[in-house]
């Protein structure tokens, strides 16, 4: 089995098992998951055991390379799997605001923006802070040059985008 990583410092991984992401948009050279695979999502051995009945694993593993990063933990190790349901190639740009909103984008009901989260170093603690745009496509190209590299959005390259479904 497969893994795929969503990036935990906006809150990526999260919005999968929320389910209000339900779209990724990858920059492949060739299309990586098939339609109706299933992939692990990935997480460390703290995030996929904590508050669950195989939670005392983790005295177990502590002090292995997987314990906070999930890099290191096989994907029959992950809790969490998606399904993908479809697969297309498209322009980065082409992505229409219906499918930002499936990408983890969110609307601002008082404010009447759309925005993503992302964490921040403040100055004790880590702050969780949303970065706010006038429309979906505005806050997704600030969300893709985040996690992608200053430019991707600009650079409109063509990608893989996978349409999947949580199944646990």
């Known amino acids: 089995m497969k893994k795929i990583m969503f990036n935990d410092r906006y809150h990526l991984t999260e919005a999968v098992l929320e389910k209000y992401k339900r779209q990724t948009r990858r920059i492949e050279s060739r299309q990586r998951y098939q339609v109706g695979e299933v992939v692990a999502v ?6 996929n055991f904590i508050g669950t009945p195989e939670g005392e694993r983790l005295f177990c593993l502590s002090g292995t390379a997987g314990m906070h990063n999930k890099m290191f933990v096989k ?7 998606i399904r ?9 740009q082409d992505i229409s605001n219906e499918d930002c909103l499936a990408e983890g984008i969110c609307y601002d009901e008082d404010r009447q923006e759309y925005f993503f989260f992302e964490n921040h170093e403040g100055e004790f603690v880590m702050e969780t802070r949303r970065i706010y745009s006038s429309t979906p496509q505005g806050a997704y190209s ?16 063509e990608v ?9």
Do not use: C, Q
Not at 75 to 81: C, F, G, I, L, P
Not at 84 to 92: D, H, P
Not at 145 to 151: C, E, N, R
């Open 75 to 81: 994907a029959d190790e992950m809790r969490h799997k």
């Open 142 to 157: 600030l969300l893709i040059d985040k996690v992608s590299g200053k430019g991707t959005w600009e650079s409109n390259p």
């Open 84 to 92: 993908i349901t479809k697969a297309w190639r498209e322009n980065l």
């Open 42 to 47: 990935a997480m460390s051995y703290w995030d």
């Open 160 to 168: 893989t985008a996978y349409e999947f479904e949580l199944l646990s």
